[in-house]
């Protein structure tokens, strides 16, 4: 069967990605340019990339709260899930969308709008890795989570320049500080050939300090704006070496902190930096191929109506890959002539004969 196949390959690469790539302290200082160490240049460009590579982020509307789910070649990093009474919405999404298994969950803080609703995720998948700046924090949201983490592989705190794979991306750990403030969080930077993600958990002004401090390649086409973008975050100096194209916010309506703050409003709009927030926008969508970055408001392929199941359209096959696209979708050109094919039919015949819908397009 074509689709057990499929999923053959996802467990094999699984397997591979969780031997971290620690660079840094122990080859630290020297200048050969052939030195170990150098593992970005490992990073595929945009060039390098296989027709059939996917990536794309889901930032779930999670109210005042953050949550983000990142695919790339099949594998999952789920990064925070929002309160704990979003556990619900975290189970459903993975649920709908068949994720049994995540490679990476990031725990950007102990707080609950961060670490709550990731008990909802280790309810129903079941994980490789699991990254947080501590393994303990007194509060029921924390104690759930860690108690369902020690239930998989536990938690692991990383340390800064560690880094990790996630199909074809790669993820950067560019800082994080002992304990359970906004400052503890896991600053990190995920690439994909040549686009660039940061994230930045509820990190603060002295966290962007370090950072800035430390050198820290910030440079990101989309920055997750840090702490629901409060004023004690996303400082002058930070935003100008991220400079971003897109600012997702993550906020929930009338909340009582008054975030996003107008001033860092105006500081991403002064650099005419496109703002996406989630009291406005709710899901929002980021894709890249590589080399571009699109960002849009989305919803999820479970609201596609039956009828839109049935309807019987055209859509481009990948038959080694088994996705299908809609016709305009910009993977299409990336695939080889032999794998390509036209099909007249419905979504759900796709489905049913073992195709998955291209992450891009969502068709
Ligand atoms: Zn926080
Ligand atoms: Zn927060």
């Not at 860690?146 to 750990?173: F, H, V």
């Not at 910009?330 to 979504?347: C, F, L, P, T, W």
């Amino acid at each position: 069967m074509a689709r057990s196949h499929h999923k053959f390959k996802a467990g094999f690469l699984s397997s591979l990605l969780l031997i971290p790539i620690i660079i840094g302290t122990l080859f630290f200082s020297q200048k050969a340019p052939s030195s170990p160490s150098v593992v970005s240049s490992a990073i595929p460009s945009a060039y390098d990339l296989s027709e059939n590579s996917s990536f794309s982020i889901q930032f779930i509307d999670v109210g005042q709260a953050d949550a983000a789910l990142i695919e790339c070649d099949d594998q999952y990093m789920l990064i925070d899930g929002g309160n704990s009474a979003d556990s619900n919405t975290i189970y459903s999404i993975l649920q709908r969308n068949n994720i049994t298994n995540l490679n990476i969950i990031v725990n950007s803080h102990a707080h609950e709008d961060h670490v709550g609703g990731l008990s909802g995720a280790l309810n129903f998948a079941t994980c490789d890795l699991i990254l947080a700046p501590t393994t303990a924090f007194d509060s029921k949201a924390f104690t759930s989570f860690a108690t369902l983490a020690s239930q998989s592989n536990g938690i692991l705190i990383p340390n800064i320049n560690d880094e990790y794979s996630l199909g074809s991306a790669k993820i950067k750990i560019l800082g994080l500080n002992a304990g359970e403030g906004n400052d503890s969080s896991i600053i990190l930077k995920i690439t994909y050939g040549d686009t660039s993600f940061l994230f930045t958990g509820d990190a603060e002004i002295a966290s962007e300090q370090a950072l800035l401090a430390r050198n820290a390649d910030l440079h990101a086409d989309v920055l997750k704006v840090a702490h629901h973008g409060s004023n004690s975050s996303t400082s002058q100096s930070f935003l100008d070496q991220v400079d971003p194209e897109y600012a997702i916010i993550s906020v929930g309506t009338d909340n009582s902190y008054g975030h996003p703050h107008q001033e860092v409003i105006d500081r991403l709009q002064a650099k005419d930096i496109k703002i996406y927030r989630t009291n406005i926008d709710h899901d929002i969508l980021c894709s890249s191929d590589g080399s571009k970055v699109t960002c849009s408001p989305y919803t999820y392929s479970s609201t596609v109506s039956k009828n839109q199941n049935d309807q019987i359209q055209e859509y481009i096959l990948n038959t080694n890959s088994f996705k299908f696209h809609l016709p305009t979708c910009s993977s299409v050109e990336k695939i080889a002539d032999h794998n390509k094919e036209n099909y007249q039919g419905s979504r759900q015949d796709l489905i049913t004969q073992g195709y998955q819908p291209c992450k891009q397009c969502n068709p």
